[in-house]
């Protein structure tokens, strides 16, 4: 059965499931953005973003644009990518969000990160938002891999800190105790202060990052009444 599972046809078939079930708890749940003054005022300006948050909350994020284009209408000119990693686990999370707007960039520290860092370079020189869950896709839970903060300190774009929460969800016997969305709920993406990293300055960083994510999850859990 798990070799049935791992197979990739099966794979896709999934995440074409898992994909229809999230964009039917999108379209049924009432969203709102917390936070969103200071990542706007980046966006108006004309300058990228780093989104990052931790990846027990995939699940809730792919409100995350739409939400943004009603703040701030020229988000929509832009294309969004998610770095995941090269592992199956990775290939399954991209034939699930793909649908909502994004482009995937395949890799991680330990397959495919030099290339993968050349092409998220790019996409921010060119002015498009990234998308990272710096403990995906394996954990340790909320622990930071140090690319988000080396990206940060590379390309000088700042990192927004992203928490998100419904008050209708299932928590999973996963590594990372992910939540799963339910329909007809009430769900809260909030943003932190965006991250300013100094070029020289990625290793002390990388916590500032780490607990402005985890901030950022408090106050979506604490405005869906989670405590």
Known sequence: MRKLIRHPAVQAGLARVLGGYLAAVVRTTRWELRGAVPAVAEIAAGRPLIFA????????IPPLRALLIAEAPRV?????????SQHRDG????????RFGVTMIYGSSRRGGAVAGVEVLRALRAGDPVLITPDGPR???RVAAPGVAQLAALSGVKVVPVGAA??????LPSWDRMMLPLPFGRGVLALGEPVAVPREGAEEALPVIAAAMTAAGAAADAAVGIA
């Open 166 to 171: 419904s008050t209708r969800h299932r928590i």
């Open 91 to 98: 290939r399954f999370v991209g034939g699930i969000v793909g």
């Open 139 to 141: 954990g340790p839970r």
């Open 53 to 60: 948050f931790w990846h027990e909350r995939l699940p809730l």
């Open 76 to 84: 929509a000119a832009l294309s969004p990518r998610v770095l995941v």
